[in-house]
C-alpha cells in the first residue's frame, strides 16, 4: 500500500476528526489515511482510474467516491458541508479565473472554523517559465497546464481565511527533489 504524503500526517498536527473532502485524490493514499485515522472522508478526482484504483484499494474503510473536474463540480456540496478541505497538486492546474472560483467555492463548502490544507506549485520552481505561456504564472509544459502560485496570488485567494502557515518548501511536493512548493494551513474565519 502506498504511504499517505507527509503534508497529509500535518494535518493531524491541527486536527482529528471531521468532515474531510481530498480534492484531486489520485491513488487515494492520502484519503485512506485520513478514514484509517477517523475522518469521515469524501476523494474527489477527475480521473476513472484513479477513483478504481482507490475503490480496489480501500477495502472496508467507508470513503465516499466522486468522479468531477474540481472546476466544474463542487457546487453540488451544500454550504458549510465540510470541516477539512485537503488538496495536494490538485489546485495548480487551472488559468487564473477559474483558480478564484475555485477557492471561493472551497470558502462556501467550509465550515465556520474550517480547516484548508494545501500544496501548489511556487513561481520559485525550476520550472516555472518553461513551455508556451497561456496567462502570467500560467503555462503549457510536455502537455500539462501549469499554474504557479506567488505568495501575493495565493493571499490574493485567501479573504475570510486566518494564515496558519504558509511556507515555501523544497522536495516536499513530488519525488522530484528540486520542486519548490507552498504548503499552507489556513481557518476559515
Keep these: 500500500m502506498k504511504e499517505p504524503n507527509k503534508f497529509a500526517e500535518q494535518v493531524l498536527d491541527h486536527t482529528k476528526s471531521g468532515k474531510l473532502l481530498d480534492l484531486g485524490c489520485g491513488l487515494g493514499a492520502d ?16 480521473s476513472k482510474t484513479g477513483l478504481e484504483a482507490l475503490k480496489s484499494r480501500k477495502g472496508a474503510l467507508a470513503i465516499e467516491m466522486i468522479e468531477a473536474d474540481l472546476k466544474d463540480d463542487l457546487s453540488e456540496f451544500k454550504d458549510s458541508g465540510f470541516d477539512i478541505v485537503y488538496s495536494r497538486l490538485s489546485l495548480q492546474y487551472f ?8 477557492f471561493s467555492e472551497i470558502k462556501r463548502i467550509l465550515k465556520p472554523a474550517g480547516w484548508f490544507f494545501f500544496m501548489v506549485k511556487s513561481t520559485s ?21 501549469q499554474h504557479f502560485f506567488s505568495k501575493k ?22 519525488t522530484n527533489h528540486e520542486t519548490v512548493a507552498w504548503k499552507i494551513v489556513a481557518k476559515k474565519l
Design 125 to 145: 520552481d525550476p520550472e516555472y517559465g518553461k513551455g508556451e505561456k497561456l496567462e502570467n504564472d500560467v503555462f503549457v509544459l510536455d502537455g500539462y497546464f
Design 153 to 174: 496570488k495565493i493571499l490574493s485567494n485567501m479573504t475570510g481565511f486566518e494564515m496558519v502557515l504558509m511556507e515555501e518548501t523544497k522536495g516536499e511536493l513530488t
Design 95 to 102: 488559468s487564473h479565473d477559474e483558480t478564484s472560483k475555485i
Design 31 to 46: 484519503a485512506i489515511f485520513f478514514a484509517e485515522t477517523g475522518f469521515e472522508v469524501t476523494a474527489l478526482d477527475f
